[in-house]
Nanobody, 117 residues
Framework: QVRLVESGGGLVQAGGSLRLSCTAS????????MGWYRQAPGKQREWVAQ???????NYADSVKGRFTISRDNAKNTVYLQMNSLKPEDTAVYYC???????????WGQGTQVTVSS
């Protein structure tokens, strides 16, 4: 069983920054992809960014240049540094871990990010 716990959400003014963290525990495959998704009220969950255990990263166009994803493999933790936040970034942010070999995936419980204008 794998458990993901997110933290770092909150309320911030437009132009501000937040750093989200997600720590995985349990039977974790060392070869995996960890990523962030978000879901705004009334909208579908959307992919934000991901990072492989080897370090390669990908970003949605909407956050490219403003958000940075990183990870600490020793701590099984992924981070999302969010800068220049906009009101449209307001959403519940979810962490996801995908075990590359098996395809099994796990979600965190989500953390709320609210950006005021």
């Amino acid at each position: 069983q794998v458990r993901l716990v997110e933290s770092g959400g909150g309320l911030v003014q437009a132009g501000g920054s937040l750093r989200l963290s997600c720590t995985a525990s349990g039977s974790i495959s060392s070869i995996n992809v960890m990523g962030w998704y978000r879901q705004a009220p009334g909208k579908q969950r959307e992919w934000v960014a991901q990072i492989a255990s080897g370090g390669s990263t990908n970003y949605a166009d909407s956050v490219k240049g403003r958000f940075t994803i990183s990870r600490d493999n020793a701590k099984n933790t992924v981070y999302l540094q969010m800068n220049s936040l906009k009101p449209e970034d307001t959403a519940v942010y979810y962490c996801k871990l995908v075990a590359t070999i098996t395809g099994y995936f796990y979600w965190g419980q989500g953390t709320q990010v609210t950006v005021s204008s």
